[in-house]
């Protein structure tokens, strides 16, 4: 079982930055390849970035392509989602995610290759 701890959101205003942090206690961390998603109410899950457990390769959704960028430290068991330039569009609570890299096929962009979710956490962008 990998328990995932998501954690940063908050209240911004538009064209303000915050940094999402994922945290894992699995000795493992460096097995799994992960992922960000979101939800806002009323919409479906949306891919965000995702990133390979090595660090690269790394994947974006175009809609936050030069905006957001996704980054990990193994040694830390942690991964980031650095968030730029925020739109309203934005708003939404945030998850991270996480698939083994050994056992499992990987589909960056879909939320059914992953196996294990955070919390979320709430990311509100005001106009």
């Known amino acids: 079982q990998v328990e995932l701890v998501d954690s940063g959101g908050g209240l911004v205003q538009t064209g303000g930055s915050l940094r999402l942090s994922c945290g894992s206690s699995?000795?493992?961390?460096?097995?799994?390849?992960m992922g960000w998603f979101r939800q806002a109410p009323g919409k479906e899950r949306e891919f965000i970035a995702a990133?390979?457990?090595?660090?690269?390769?790394?994947y974006y959704a175009d809609a936050v392509k030069g905006r957001f960028t996704i980054s990990r430290d193994n040694a830390k068991n942690t991964v980031w989602l650095q968030m730029t330039s925020l739109k309203p569009d934005d708003t939404a609570a945030y998850y991270c995610?996480?698939?083994?890299?050994?056992?499992?096929?990987?589909?960056?962009?879909?939320?059914?290759?992953?196996?294990?979710w955070g919390q979320g956490t709430q990311v509100t962008v005001s106009s």
């Open positions: 699995v000795d493992t961390f460096s097995l799994y390849n």
């Open positions: 995610a996480a698939r083994s890299r050994i056992i499992r096929e990987w589909v960056p962009s879909s939320g059914d290759y992953y196996d294990y």
């Open positions: 990133i390979a457990w090595s660090g690269y390769p790394v």
